[in-house]
């Protein structure tokens, strides 16, 4: 059971739009604590796709997008292609645990 | 270039301990925490804890906490992760990643541990 949610799958055509949601509590996104976004391809380390909420890091195309409301965040994707399907994460700092947490993950398939 | 890399798979029995490490380089090795993550076969990420680049300070997770060590070598740059009592649900790939203060933009490239009787 992880402390962030994360549904554990998406789906969606080439050229469309998905999200994924990221509900935490209020010891984490609710705290104001940033949320952080990580593109996991098949058999690789993750890779940071998203930091503080909404910002990309170099090299990452605009077509990825992030937002956080309250207690939960968002990450969107579109313009969909072959080469988005991964496992998405979420994760973000829990005051009442003293540490890092994640999201259960969110695999997307690009159909 | 920033890297870190790990050092290789390992394949333990239970009860016993293993010692990972994570060799940095291409930056000023003070300037930045150091994470451990792991993901165990089909699952998601679990973060373990981190190390801070100066001094000794550690933070675990509550779950690892009494069976996991979490020590450096400023001296070459490397960052090491101990975890003793292995169970076999401890079988996961580890791995280390630095933190920028805003997630963590770069990534070891992991080391499976295996453990089996």
């Known amino acids: 059971q992880s402390v962030l949610t994360q549904p554990p799958s998406v789906s969606g055509a080439p050229g469309q739009r998905v999200t994924i949601s990221c509900t935490g509590r209020?010891?984490?996104?609710?705290?104001?604590?940033?949320v952080h976004w990580y593109q996991q391809l098949p058999r690789t380390a993750p890779k940071l796709l998203i930091y503080?909420?909404?910002n990309r890091p170099s090299g990452v195309p605009d077509r990825f997008s992030g937002s956080k409301s309250g207690t939960s965040a968002s990450l969107a994707i579109t313009g969909l292609q072959a080469e988005d399907e991964a496992d998405y994460y979420c994760q973000s700092y829990d005051t009442s645990l003293s540490g890092w947490v994640f999201g259960g993950g969110t695999k997307l398939t690009v159909l | 270039q920033v890297q870190l890399v790990q050092s290789g798979a390992e394949v333990k029995k239970p009860g016993a301990s293993v010692k990972v490490s994570c060799k940095t380089s291409g930056y000023t090795f003070t300037n930045y925490y150091l994470h451990w993550v792991r993901q165990a076969p089909g699952q998601g990420l679990e973060w373990m804890g981190r190390?801070?680049?100066?001094?000794?300070?550690?933070t675990y997770a509550q779950k690892f906490q009494g069976r996991v060590t979490m020590t450096k070598d400023s001296s070459t740059s490397t960052v090491y992760m101990e975890l003793s009592g292995l169970k076999s649900d401890d079988t996961a790939m580890y791995y280390c990643a630095r933190e920028g203060g805003a997630g963590y933009g770069y990534w070891g490239q992991g080391t499976l541990v295996t453990v089996s009787s």
């Open positions: 190390i801070s680049p100066i001094g000794v300070s550690t």
């Open positions: 503080a909420n909404s």
């Open positions: 209020s010891s984490n996104i609710g705290a104001g604590y940033d």
